[in-house]
């Protein structure tokens, strides 16, 4: 069985940051593709950022320049330092890896989600 565990959420005023982590136990070969999405009240779940197990990353348009994902594969963990936060940034935030358990067989896994609030 595969876990994801975020960490980091919270209220903030506009401008503030947040990091936000997500760490990945159980039977676990190896970690691919790690990122966080992040949905909204009445919007559907959206990407935020990704970041491959080659350590390249892509972003929303909405959040480059302002968020940086980054991973520790050791902890098999991924990260997400939120900087100059805005209002419609407030959403529940998940984390999302692709997990080999094996050198064939392989999921998608989703953390529980941790909710970020940025006020006016």
């Known amino acids: 069985q595969v876990q994801l565990v975020e960490s980091g959420g919270g209220l903030v005023q506009a401008g503030g940051s947040l990091r936000l982590s997500c760490a990945a136990s159980?039977?676990?070969?190896?970690?691919?593709?790690m990122g966080w999405y992040r949905q909204a009240p009445g919007k559907q779940r959206e990407l935020v950022a990704t970041v491959s197990g080659g350590g390249s990353s892509n972003y929303a348009d909405s959040v480059k320049g302002r968020f940086t994902i980054s991973r520790d594969d050791a902890k098999k963990a991924v990260y997400l330092q939120m900087s100059r936060l805005k209002p419609e940034d407030t959403a529940v935030y998940y984390c999302n890896a692709l997990i080999y358990q094996s050198a064939l067989r392989s999921g998608n896994y989703w953390g529980q989600g941790t909710q970020v609030t940025v006020s006016s």
């Open positions: 159980g039977n676990i070969f190896r970690v691919s593709t």
